[in-house]
């Protein structure tokens, strides 16, 4: 399939938090860009390798194994220079020394708002693809890593579920999600928590110890807590504390921390990872720009990157009542 596109080359690149099924989407991305006439640049380390000039050119056969693995073959990065308008110019000066004219953005909303300064400066199309376990952008339902995220945090609570069932006790399980509660609230339902707390979701301690009394009253014997880390990681200690010092129970912690991050995708991060990288190639290729592809449902969707950055998911606090629903 040859394009009759004004787009001949295309850079792609990872940026910000990374997530499993990057890989999965850098891959469709350059199987249908390649497939349909127009070379691939992979930029690496996101706009650090676009300032710093590190990118490479990305042939059908360098995608071959790579859907299966975690991390980023194009690795990620952050970078504080990129905020600056001069750093911005030498990244578009990069990509037009490369002859790059347009590009694939893998990210969250930080990495579209990069995007949309480089559109609003220097008028290059990109289109972008949410990949963050966080799930917390606006316009698709779920984001590439978040249903791995989700699982590889499931699996380690069903381990500590069997040991706080043979000690009887209470546990008190982070998982990350700096600003929002997605991961928390669907492994609270997942792995049967009695309370799941989250940014959007604060409950007073005197109201945990409360519920966590009347639960072994009720013979209950063991229970886990689901604690989102917020902006302050490790407050499941703070947490455990007060528990402690106000009704004698011993609740332990686990912090599951950075491990959330990697591992092989899940089939559905996979799935949607292909479907994104493939139609966000096809819109650009058809003149669209500025805009990130999501799925709602089953269907794939086009909202602007303005739209997607500005405006925030809201939480579904229905799984958190669920969970406690569940939880008698
Ligand atoms: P994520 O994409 O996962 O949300 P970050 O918020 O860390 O990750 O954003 C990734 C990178 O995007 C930042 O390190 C920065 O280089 C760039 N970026 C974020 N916000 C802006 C902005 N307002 N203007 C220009 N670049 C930005």
Redesign the pocket.
Known sequence: MSTTSQIKKIGVFT???DAPGMNAAIRAVVRTAISSGVEVTGILQ??VGMIENKMTALQMRDMANIIQRGGTILKTG???E??KPEYRKKAADNLKSHSIDGLICI?????F??AQ?LWAEYQIPIIGIAG?IDNDVYGCDDTIGFDTAVNTALSAIDKIRDTADSHDRIFIVEVMGRDSGYIASAVGVAGGAEEILTPENIIPVDKIVEKLKESRARGKTSSILITAEGQKPGRAYDLADSIRKKSGLDAKVCILGHQQRGGSPTANDRILASRLGHAAVLALLAGKKNLMIGSQGKILTEISLAEATTKSKTADKTLIHLARALSV
């Open positions: 940026s910000g938090g996101g706009y952050r970078s504080a990129f905020l990210g969250g909303d930080g990495s708002r990069g300064a963050t």
